[in-house]
């Protein structure tokens, strides 16, 4: 079967990140995280609206009970974010992190199926290689401390998803030094991974791991960025697909569409010489073939 990618919007991100659809609205929302943007598309009209903030956003997660209420990974912590009417994002802290490097920001994010929202850090000079990334998790409290990191030492902690039943939890690395995806159990109930091991060494594939989706199979959805492709591994970590984007650096990947079975992919507008790939930083859809899951809100 043909899966022939389709420019949704020319939005030239330098790096879009976190797409998240709203089956309510009909509507897929993502970040540009140097532009310190929230952007949404409405599949009525395709219009686009953006918001900004005043810090880099990496990763947002939708809050329950108010439709223009986030949460978010930023710059110095977890924020509670809602879009304004004027165009911007007003942004209370959930809580804060101590960094274990000078110039940080939040990168990949997403909720488990209970709604605990996760999410790492990184290095702004990912290509120093500094091993100062860590993984956070916010249960839905505001926290008088900074929240106390529950996996340390990645360079660029990436692709985090959880399975259907929420019981596997798959994180990377995004570095071109490591470029490995990992498997965890998921303690439903404490929301606490374990069980580390390897799920696909991506060194072995084309592209380096970014953002991932899960489908209602419960296989893995993963950008290979700077190879142009979105792969499509089983549960038991054998690839099934590849499905190409007409551009080098595809970022992030969110199931939508009134039936789920639109894969949307974000991209990144790196600098230099574009006239090989003049769409960078475009939103695309894709006809995955099959569907996704309903991406959990924040509780």
């Known amino acids: 079967?043909?899966?022939q990618?389709?420019?949704?919007?020319d939005a030239q991100n330098a790096t879009g990140e976190s797409p998240v659809w709203i089956a309510s609205e009909q509507a897929l929302?993502?970040?540009d995280i140097p532009n310190r943007?929230?952007?949404r598309w409405k599949a009525a009209d395709g219009s686009v609206t953006r918001w900004t903030g005043e810090q880099m956003?990496?990763?947002i997660a939708h809050r329950q009970g108010d439709a223009n209420r986030w949460v978010a990974g930023m710059e110095d912590g977890l924020y509670d974010v809602v879009a304004q009417d004027d165009g911007t994002l007003s942004a209370t802290r959930l809580a804060d992190v101590r960094h274990s490097h000078a110039a940080m920001r939040f990168n990949d994010g997403r909720c488990d199926r209970q709604g605990r929202f996760w999410a790492g850090t990184m290095a702004l000079d990912m290509a120093a290689g500094i091993p100062a990334g860590a993984l956070y998790r916010l249960d839905g409290e505001a926290r008088g401390e900074p929240l106390a990191a529950q996996m340390n030492d990645f360079i660029v902690p990436n692709g985090l998803g959880f399975s259907p039943d929420g019981r596997t939890m798959y994180l990377s690395d995004s570095h071109p030094g490591v470029q490995l995806i990992w498997a965890f159990d998921y303690d439903l109930d404490s929301g606490t991974p374990s069980n580390r091991r390897l799920f696909v060494d991506m060194n072995a594939y084309p592209g380096r791991p970014d953002g991932a989706a899960v489908d209602i199979d419960g296989c893995y959805w993963i950008c290979g960025n700077d190879a142009g492709l979105i792969h499509r591994f089983t549960?038991?970590?054998r690839l099934d697909r590849s499905l190409q984007v007409p551009v080098k650096k595809p970022a992030m990947c969110a199931f939508g569409g009134p039936g789920l079975d639109t894969l949307f992919v974000t991209s990144i507008r790196p600098g230099g010489d574009l006239s090989d790939q003049p769409l960078a930083g475009g939103l695309f859809a894709l006809h995955a073939g099959v569907a996704g899951l309903e991406e959990p809100r924040f509780r």
């Open 1 to 3: 079967m043909a899966h």
């Open 5 to 9: 990618a389709e420019l949704i919007v």
């Open 29 to 31: 929302y993502w970040v």
């Open 37 to 39: 943007q929230l952007l």
């Open 57 to 59: 956003i990496g990763c």
């Open 235 to 237: 549960p038991d970590g």
